[in-house]
T-cell receptor, first 116, second 112 residues
Framework: DQQVKQNSPSLSVQEGRISILNCDYT??????FLWYKKYPAEGPTFLIS?????DKNEDGRFTVFLNKSAKHLSLHIVPSQPGDSAVYFC???????????????FGKGTLLTVNP | DADVTQTPRNRITKTGKRIMLECSQT?????MYWYRQDPGLGLRLIYY???????NKGEISDGYSVSRQAQAKFSLSLESAIPNQTALYFC???????????FGPGTRLLVL
């Protein structure tokens, strides 16, 4: 049973336009969400996160939106750049408060290609 | 220098062989994790350790074992490798109170 779903295996956008990557989850206990970026031959690197007490978090060109009622989050990249081309993983964890086990559950990833 | 290092970076082995993948970190983090990545399947947790005396199974621990030799070192062993263990393996670290995990560069393992 896949608890974190990234239903789009790939996404292609033009440089300068907005990239929107989507993620759905089924476990209502998840209360912290992260996006990781992965280039070929490298490990995933942390990009941005959001706690369930918020509905938006912004860091430069990257914004993550959380819709708890829909169990949906999205990553917006504006403007998209060719260097953003990578695989993006959505991840979620349970228990940001005391007693957390800090395990991350990952989605399958979305390959973003930004065309010049 | 990288904060999280993995050795070897690439390994080819034969079915039935025992192999060990090693992970070292200089971040001073207590928590360490081993994941595998397969095409189209994302990252799946094999084992994790919250300190030297604490080892826990992840979702796909069968066929694997781990050793936490020190705070900075966490090794993954395949006692008898099989072809479906061919994958990309990642080590990660984290510190209590923070969800963010920091990943090593990965080990590409091919089991023939």
């Amino acid at each position: 049973d896949q608890q974190v779903k990234q239903n789009s295996p790939s996404l292609s956008v033009q440089e300068g336009r907005i990239s929107i990557l989507n993620c759905d989850y089924t476990n209502s206990m998840f209360d912290y969400f992260l996006w990781y970026k992965k280039y070929p031959a490298e490990g995933p690197t942390f990009l941005i996160s959001i706690s369930s007490i918020k509905d938006k978090n912004e860091d430069g060109r990257f914004t993550v939106f959380l819709n708890k009622s829909a169990k949906h989050l999205s990553l917006h990249i504006v403007p998209s750049q060719p260097g953003d081309s990578a695989v993006y993983f959505c991840a979620a964890s349970v228990g940001n408060s005391g007693g957390s086990n800090y395990k991350l559950t990952f989605g399958k990833g979305t390959l973003l290609t930004v065309n010049p | 220098d990288a904060d999280v290092t993995q050795t070897p970076r690439n390994r080819i082995t034969k079915t039935g062989k025992r192999i060990m993948l090693e992970c070292s970190q200089t971040k001073g983090h207590d928590r360490m994790y081993w994941y595998r990545q397969d095409p189209g399947l994302g990252l799946r947790l094999i084992y994790y350790s919250f300190d030297v005396k604490d080892i826990n199974k992840g979702e796909i621990s069968d066929g694997y074992s781990v050793s936490r030799q020190a705070q900075a070192k966490f090794s993954l062993s395949l006692e008898s490798a099989i072809p479906n263990q061919t994958a990309l393996y990642f080590c990660a670290t984290a510190t209590p109170g923070f969800e963010t995990q920091y990943f090593g560069p990965g080990t590409r393992l091919l089991v023939l």
